[in-house]
Structure formats: C-alpha cells, structure tokens
C-alpha cells in the first residue's frame, strides 16, 4: 500500500486515529499501555541495507521506491494519552497527522504494541481491584505467548497494579520489584518434605515462602511448615517476609484451615498466597467466601488475558490536509451506526466532577473547539441523542487527554519510568467510580461528542450517503 | 531455586519431562513447534557482566554463585518430538537430563517458547483443517501479543499449514510467503472508489485484490470491481492472481451473491478472499452453507488462539541420578489421578498402522526398553486398565518420537527449513484420522504406558502413599 501512495503520487498530509470499541473482559473502562515502546519504535524506524535486499527479493517493490525507503525517517506528528491513564471505547489513544506513506508504515506497530499492553494493564487492574488491598503477583512467563510477551506483559501487569513479577529479565530491563519462590520440584529433589523446608529456610531465612501442596496441603505441608517456623524461631531468627503458598485444592476451604493452624502455632503474621489458574473472579468469589489469603500470584489468566486474549484497537483515517491547511474530514460507513468513525482532527477532553474528582464525562471535539469551565455543558449520547445531562458551570473541570509525543519528527515526550506509571495509573483507578468497575454489568462513562463534531459527522456522512454508493 | 541447590552442594543429574494434559481447544492432538528457538536460546545461554551486576543489585545472591553463573555453559542433554509431529497429551514432548542447577535453569524458556509455538501451530492446522483445500493467510500481527508473538506466531501458524503471512518482518527472518492487500484507508484517501481501485489495479496488474466492503459489497464495491477488471482485460491485461476480498457483512449470502455476479461479468476465475474475525468454527460453517470463498485470511483468532490462548505445558522432575547411574523415579502426587506424573527416564513410541499408515496408538515405556514388530502388543488405558487393544504383530510400525537435540551440552541436531517444516507437518497431520481432528468431541489417541512403566508407576506411588505424607 505504501508503494501504492508513493507511485501514484499520494503523500497527502492525513490524521489517522487509533481507538477501540469495546472495553476488555466487558468492562467499563481499559488502562492505556505501551507507549514507551511506540516511541523507540518510531524514533528507530528505519530501513537498513539488508532490509532494502530482502524487499528487492520480493519482486514487488520498484528501485524508486526501496531508494525512498533507504532513507525513510518518520517525519510526522503523534499525540497520544499517556500511559496509565485510564481510558473508553470510541476516544482516539492515538492521533497520528504525518504524510499518509509514513502514517500507514506505522499502524501496525502501534496498534501490535498498545493492543498488546494496554490489553495486560488493563487486566492487571481487574486483577488488582479484586485483590482489594492485598498483593498480587505477576506469575505468567512460562505461558506467555513468547519471551517478549512475557517481558512486556509484565510491565504492563505492574503499571495495572501488581506488586512484582517473577520476571526477572523484566525486573531487570524496567526495574521493577522482582519476587518468587521454589517450585514442586524442589521438593522432590529431597528424600522428604521436611528437609526441602528446612534447607529452604536456612538458605532464605528473609523470604521463607514454602511451598505446602506438593503431598497434603493439611496433613503434610502445614505440619512440615510450622516445624521448621518454630526451629527458626527456637534458634533466634526473628521471622518476617515468611508463610506459605498454595498452588492447589480449594483455596476458601484450605486457607481457612492453614490460617487456624498457623495462628493456634505462633505465627499469625505468617503471610498466606495462593496461585493456581486465579484470574478476577476467582478471586473475587475467594474474598466473598473469606478466604485467608493476603498474597496472590496470578500467571496465566493475567498474562495472556485469558478470557479476553485480544485488545481491539483499530487505525482509521479521520482527514486528510487540503492545501490550504485545512483537513477534509473522512469517515467509515458500516451498517451498523456504533462503527461509523468520527471524522475530523480531534482532540478528547476529560470532564471531572470538582468535589470528588471522579470523572463526569469524556467529551470529544475538533480540535479547535474551546470551552470555559465556569459555563453550563449539556452533553448528550451520539447514538441515543435524547439522553442529554446538563453539567453546571463552576462544578466540573476539564483536562485535554491527549499529549504531544512527537512534533514534525521530533520526540517531544520523556516516559516516566514503569513505576512512576504505576503511581499514575492508581490515581487514574481512583477518578473512576466503583460502579465502572464492577466486573459484572459496569456502568459506562459517558463519551460524548461536541455539538460541532456531531454536526459535522452528520454532514459527511449524508454527503456519503447521497454519493450514491460511489459508482461514478 | 537455583541458588538454593548451589548452595545446598546439590547438582544431581535428574530428568525433567515437558508434556501437557489437554489438547488447545478440546481437539484431539497438537502440533509440536518452536524448537528451532529452543535450541538458539540452549546454545546462547550464558550470564554477560551487565546481568551479573544487576543480579548482584538485588542483594539475593551470594558473590559464589555469581562466579559460579558468569562461566555458566548449559552442559546437559536435550531430546525433543521435532517440529510439526502430532503430539498427544501426557507425552514427553522435551526430556532434558542433565545437573538439577541446569535442567531447573532452562524450564521457563523452554515452556514459554514451546507453549506459544505450538498452540498457534495446532490453532493453524485446525483452522486449515475447516478450510479443507483454500488458502489459509495469517492475518493478526496488529492483534499478537506484542511484536515478538506476531513474529514467531507467524512462523507457528505458517508451519501448521498456513500459505503465507501479511507480516513481512516473519517473512524476512524464516523465508516464508508474504502477501497482503489494501486497507479501507486506501479507497479513502481517493475521492471516490472507483478510481482508488482503478489506481490499485495499475500499479499491481499481477497481484489485483480489490477490497470491496468500504461502501457497500453488492451496490458499489462488487460493480466497481467488475468495472476495472473489464477495463484490465480491454487493455489486454492477461487477469492472473485476481480478485476481490470481503471484510464485513455475512460472508455466506454476500460470497455466493458475488460468485454470481463475477461469473456472468466474465471473470469465473477471480478469487472470492474474505476476513472478519474469522476461525475454524466459522470457516466449517460457512463452507457447510455453500460459501463461494477459497482464499481466507485470518487474525485475531488465530494469532492469539483466541478461545484457548495458552497451552498447558508443564515441567516436571521425573528422576534423579543416583552415583551408580542408574535413576531413582520421581512423581508429583495429586488429588486427580491422571494429574499424578509418569515417573523415571522415558521414551515414546508411535505405533502406526502399517497398511494405512495412520497412528493406532502412542507407548510411552522406559528408555531401555525394546519391542518387537513381529509380537503381538496388547495395549491398555492407565486410567482405566480394563479397556485393553491387542495389535497383531507384523500389522503394525513403530517409531521412537524424542531425538537428540543436546548430548551433553553440545548441539547435535540441526533444524529443518519453516517450508521444510511444514511438508513434515502436512504429512504428520494425514497420519491421523478425520475423527481425531473433528472440533467437536473429537476421538482421542490412545496414549499408553509400557507394562514396565505402568508397574513403576505403581509402585513409586504406593511408597510414596505409604510414606504418611512426608512428615518426619
């Protein structure tokens, strides 16, 4: 396609806008991820020499245009919501206005990267709002959908909410808190349960996390555990960072059972995790049930975002640039009226309720439009436009979503690190209400359009209609 | 862990085994892949002065066993079923036997890769399977769980019998077919559709796939097409490779409809292609309902595996080296008995009919044990001991699945080409039969334990029974 605009003389300036229309796991909101990577993307785009052979290889691709290619550098405009924040359906994450070879080079690898990762925090948050206060732990390499799913996926986990990861390349790669403990074959690698405990212990007398499932959770692994708690305990070490995980059985029933038996021991500060194919509702019925576990590891379900493996975030053209500067708008027909884009050169605007600062509205505009926080807002749904909500002026303050990231070229944004995105991201959670949260049937935030993009939607899209289906 | 067993002075040799416990998407096999980049990792596994000092950053390790990984060469032995075999649960899909430090260190590289491969392998061959003889393209790099998932899940799906990739990058690294079309952005970045295919059809004459679902499919799209086809052919064009490809609507009536009217314009040979969220449930469908389509692209739900994203593979000990070489057989006990692991050092063997050529069973036995094609062998279930198959001796083959990828720590094997890699994977899949390749409540192939191993079984279960649940 690239070759197409290039030979037929096509390099109009364009805005292409990157959005999703569904929400994850059927949610009421997704958690915007990835960005940093977008960046090294673009600013390392290029064709090196072997590149430019293997397209020769094809037999596709003219001289022209692989010596155009040869010196390619992306010389357009991004603006972007930041990473952490969170976001809904139909908002443009992603604005790019480049010239439209270089905005469609680039689709691909912003819609791979910020599906990939936004899909993961966004999990990561479900997760984490289940959990409610206690820890949850990243636990999904070794089912993640390659190495660098893994990698990714795990900052990705962490700026959702989690308290680490047992990646310890992406520990190492983000800085993030690495955390783990022994498996079922460090048991088995000793003539019993016991000694693995107690060689365990003495090796790791700060993280003591002893694995109890391997034979008998209750009968076993319990017994064996407070054995050696009391040995460390009799010989001096002053125990903290110390307990057990479970990896199996039902985990309501035997962490009530574990958490009796450790406490009736001595050792009611002796932390209990569990793992085992949790995910969001596990969990979240485990709370109900009162299950005794204040530390959760969360692999697979986490990691690949098992019942939802897939962030839907899609590129459309919105405009193109005339050569007077202004842009025409573009627009999508679908037969169904949700998917038809919003044309235009957008901006999003984030309306907050003052006192309790949690969001009111999302209000997308062109990007020209100004407003005046002391005047009355009516907003109303674009697709159910009798629903209008009237927001008193002086009640609500707006803040415009998205940021420059890369001006004619130039990168004009510095990440923050992974863990300053998580601190972003737990504020982010806190301007939503507990009712978007919910797991089950959330309430949505409203996404309205301004008065001046639904006009001029409209506009085009009769324009399009009349067009006669475009048979000329 | 690993530093546990340093420190603990033990680096038995033990042996790990690979295998999972359900087929991806409740089928009745799997396709093993992803060697090739196991076999990359093995070999260039080592601990460079950066990783060292980041290691030693997290003050939980010992400067011992730093040293110890800065000279660290893996030095054990690998055998693996090779990429494109038919795979059945339970069985070994990886053995590696060499020091515990060694086998413990390679475990997660070794699932990730290996699980990721081969749930796209066997999601490809399943969806290839719905397309009976179409083209099947792999279409979901925008949707792959990061860049590196889009990668090497092209690789997977290309092996399991896919004809090519829309992502170029893949083609490049293995060698395989790459081919794409335009998007909707391309017909809207022209005034009108008509002159967006037009500009499309000049600049590729022998690669000419209209996408025709913009505006409408049977009023605009579909007309348009025939329009310019009809002025290829005036202009003495010789129409190859040609054709129009569907993205919405629903593909049965709208394929039949345009199989039509292609035909009485004229052009009986341009190529029906459609996309839209297809899978293999769909595709059966739609092929049941007469869709005139036969080349398919598919994406999401192929790149991820989009119903069943993680393949369970696990690793777990299953003996150690006692000083006089022989093995000590290890197991895991648990709740369910098939969950409980085959124990000591093993191999499989596959049992193929010899007049059909298809598989009557797999063995998995112990690694010295011999069998003679000319006797008789009854087989029976582990699980359910009663059900018993006896196979007349000179009616059957047998070939021993693992072979050597590492021997003592030095690469032995060499990987076959991807293309290679899928003529084995087209002739692994015609050894099965239709019944066991059914989405629905498909038949299984037994997977049978040797008379030895079963009784080992026994006996390492029963001790271990016996054993009062390890408290000593």
């Not at 305990?233 to 059985?249: E, F, P």
């Not at 958490?259 to 596990?282: C, H, K």
């Not at 050169?345 to 309720?353: L, S, V």
Request: proline letters at 4%; glycine letters at 6%.
């Amino acid at each position: 396609m690239m070759q197409g605009y290039f030979k037929a003389r096509n390099n109009d300036v364009v805005v292409f806008d990157a959005f999703y229309r569904e929400n994850p796991c059927g949610g009421g909101y997704a958690i915007a991820c990835g960005l940093e990577q977008v960046i090294d993307y673009i600013k390392n785009l290029q064709f090196s020499a072997d590149d430019i052979r293997y397209l020769q290889s094809l037999n596709m691709f003219d001289e022209d245009f692989l010596k155009y290619l040869s010196t390619f550098r992306f010389s357009g405009s991004i603006y972007a919501i930041p990473e952490g924040t969170v976001m809904f359906p139909r908002e443009p994450f992603i604005k790019v206005i480049a010239p439209i070879m270089e905005a469609q080079l680039v689709e691909t690898a912003i819609l791979n990267i910020l599906n990939h990762q936004s899909l993961i925090a966004t999990k990561a948050a479900r997760v984490c709002y289940a959990a409610q206060n206690d820890g949850v732990m990243e636990f999904g390499l070794r089912r993640a959908q390659g190495p660098d799913s893994g990698i990714y996926g795990a900052r990705a986990a962490v700026i959702g909410g989690c308290c680490g990861t047992s990646n310890v390349l992406a520990g190492q790669i983000f800085n993030i808190p690495v955390k783990g403990t022994h498996a079922h074959s460090w048991i088995m690698s000793f003539p019993d349960e016991y000694t693995a405990f107690k060689t365990y212990a003495e090796l790791y007398p700060n993280a003591c996390i002893l694995l109890v499932d391997t034979y008998d959770t209750l009968k076993s692994g319990i017994p064996n555990a407070i054995r050696v708690f009391q040995e460390m305990k009799d010989a001096g070490v002053k125990l903290h960072n110390y307990g057990i995980r479970m990896d199996s059985g039902d985990l309501a029933y035997l962490s009530k059972k574990v958490r009796q038996m450790l406490d009736t021991a001595g050792f009611p500060d002796a932390i209990i995790s569990a793992s085992n194919d949790l995910d969001e509702y596990l969990i979240e019925t485990l709370k109900i049930q009162g299950a005794k576990i204040t530390s959760w590891g969360v692999g697979t379900s986490l990691i690949t975002s098992r019942d939802c493996p897939a962030f839907g975030g899609v590129y459309k053209l919105a405009a193109i640039r005339n050569e007077d500067g202004h842009f025409t708008p573009k627009i999508k027909l679908s037969e169904n009226t949700e998917k038809v884009t919003n044309p235009g050169n957008k901006e999003i605007y984030r309306i907050y309720d003052k006192e309790t600062g949690k969001i009111r509205a999302d209000l997308i505009c062109l990007a020209n439009e100004t407003f005046d926080e002391n005047e009355d807002m009516v907003l109303f749904d674009p697709n159910e436009t009798w629903k209008r909500t009237r927001i008193v002026g002086g009640t609500y303050t707006m803040r415009k979503l998205l940021v420059p990231i890369f001006e004619e070229g130039k990168c004009v944004y510095t990440s923050p690190s992974v863990m300053e995105i998580q601190s972003i991201c737990t504020q982010e959670k806190a301007t939503l209400w507990d009712e978007n949260m919910r797991f089950v049937n959330p309430s949505n935030v409203y996404v309205d359009l301004s008065d001046n993009l639904y006009d001029l939607k409209q506009k085009v899209f009769n324009e399009l209609s009349a067009a006669k289906y475009h048979i000329v």
